[in-house]
């Protein structure tokens, strides 16, 4: 029996480039990711939709009421987006969105040492999962006894992460 060879894998420098989200409100969805989060409007498309950056990029997040104003977020059990993660550059700008958090009053889901990364876990005004993050370098990734990525969940310590952020 012959097996055919596996085609090879994806280029290592293809990145997600950026996320769509259905929203209900979409003045209430700016303020929450440029008002809370801190992005910057780069276009409002017409009246149901905008383009949100970080650092001039065209968009790292499209925003659209076209097939959602005035909806409400999917029921538990179906299926569709978990979360979306925003990569932050390194642990005192993870510190600076936890501020940012803290701040607003915006409740977390959850935070987590993933041991390659930190993590803060939380929803946005449409119930959209978000994932706010930094990758530890890769010299510091756990490793298992092939040398392969052994990545945990631990409790994060947000009064650490916290007293970085009050260090900037």
Request: one cysteine or more; glycine letters at 10%.
């Amino acid at each position: 029996m012959s097996t055919a060879p596996s085609p090879p894998p994806i280029h290592p420098d293809v990145r997600i480039g950026h996320v769509h989200l259905k929203v209900a409100d979409l003045d209430r969805a700016l303020g929450f990711y440029c008002g809370v989060l801190g992005f910057e409007l780069t276009q409002r498309f017409g009246p149901g939709a905008a383009f949100i950056s970080a650092g001039g990029y065209h968009h790292h997040i499209g925003l659209n009421t076209w097939e959602s104003l005035g909806g409400s977020p999917p029921p538990p059990k179906s299926t569709g987006l978990y979360h979306v993660a925003i990569l932050y550059p390194n642990r005192a700008e993870l510190a600076g969105a936890l501020r940012r958090l803290v701040a607003a009053k915006v409740p977390l889901d959850g935070a987590a040492d993933h041991g390659v990364s930190e993590a803060l876990y939380l929803r946005d005004p449409d119930q959209n999962g978000i994932e706010l993050y930094w990758d530890r370098p890769r010299n510091q990734w756990p490793r298992d006894a092939e040398g392969g990525v052994a990545m945990y969940t631990r409790p994060l310590d947000l009064e650490s992460l916290l007293a970085e952020a009050m260090e900037r």
